[in-house]
């Protein structure tokens, strides 16, 4: 773990939501994101999908570019062998990037790479690294790459799209890593967060809660973003 500002800035900001775009209306994208930013929302997370390590293709890089934005960009990348991709996500604007622990043989390499990229939008902010892990693997995956990350983030679905539901055990290991990592690192999930759960995904110690169609819903973004910040609030 390196100390960055952005780290610093994330754990006194925490918890914080970081809201998924992939529902939102895109035909009114610049409206919709200007929505959560006065709901007192910091962070934009993109959801990668390549149709290969998950079933869904959503984008990549050059729409992570595209969308100019204040707030943070928090890439999540669920797509194969993350490696080569990371430069342009990063030259995309990428404040934070997560990749998959199952995505790749060379999740360390994976590491190594990115603790040397600058951060696009300000160099002194630093990039906020991250690994996602799904549902069904274990915890321990994390130990050996602990002094190289900032962010754990744990999957509450199985990727793939959004709007499933909460699957019950991510409690019980939201807890048990915040027992193997303590404050070391900033703790993240996603998937699966609504109205009724999002207090308690808080209260249990979450960071960074992903939350995506329970914001993004087609109707009130705005009214929703102000709910889910409000229920975090300490
Ligand atoms: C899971 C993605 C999530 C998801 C969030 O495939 O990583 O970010 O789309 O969406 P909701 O909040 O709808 O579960
Ligand atoms: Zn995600």
């Given at each position: 773990m390196q100390s960055q500002p952005l780290f610093d800035q994330l754990r006194a900001a925490s918890p914080q939501i970081s809201v998924g775009?992939?529902?939102?209306?895109w035909m009114a994208l610049g409206a919709e994101l200007k929505l959560i930013e006065t709901a007192g929302v910091r962070l934009l997370h993109f959801d990668v999908m390549d149709g290969n390590f998950c079933p869904m293709m959503t984008f990549g890089a050059p729409v992570v570019a595209g969308i100019k934005t204040p707030l943070l960009k928090d890439v999540h990348l669920m797509i194969d062998e993350p490696l080569t991709k990371l430069e342009s996500h990063v030259a995309a604007g990428a404040d934070i990037v997560t990749v998959q622990a199952?995505?790749?043989?060379h999740i360390h390499r994976v590491f190594q790479a990115l603790g040397k990229m600058t951060n696009f939008n300000d160099p002194k902010r630093g990039i906020l690294r991250g690994l996602a892990l799904n549902p069904g693997t274990r915890l321990e995956s994390v130990e050996p790459l602990l002094d190289q990350l900032e962010l754990v983030l744990l999957l509450a679905v199985n990727p793939g799209w959004g709007g499933q539901k909460f699957i019950p055990s991510t409690s019980a290991r939201l807890a048990r890593l915040k027992q193997m990592v303590g404050d070391k690192v900033l703790i993240g999930v996603d998937g699966g967060i609504t109205r009724d759960n999002i207090a308690e995904v808080a209260q249990m110690g979450a960071d960074i809660i992903v939350t995506g169609s329970a914001v993004?819903?087609?109707?009130s973004p705005l009214e929703n973003a102000r709910f889910m910040v409000d229920a975090i609030r300490k």
């Open positions: 775009m992939l529902t939102a209306d199952e995505s790749t043989r993004f819903d087609g109707k």
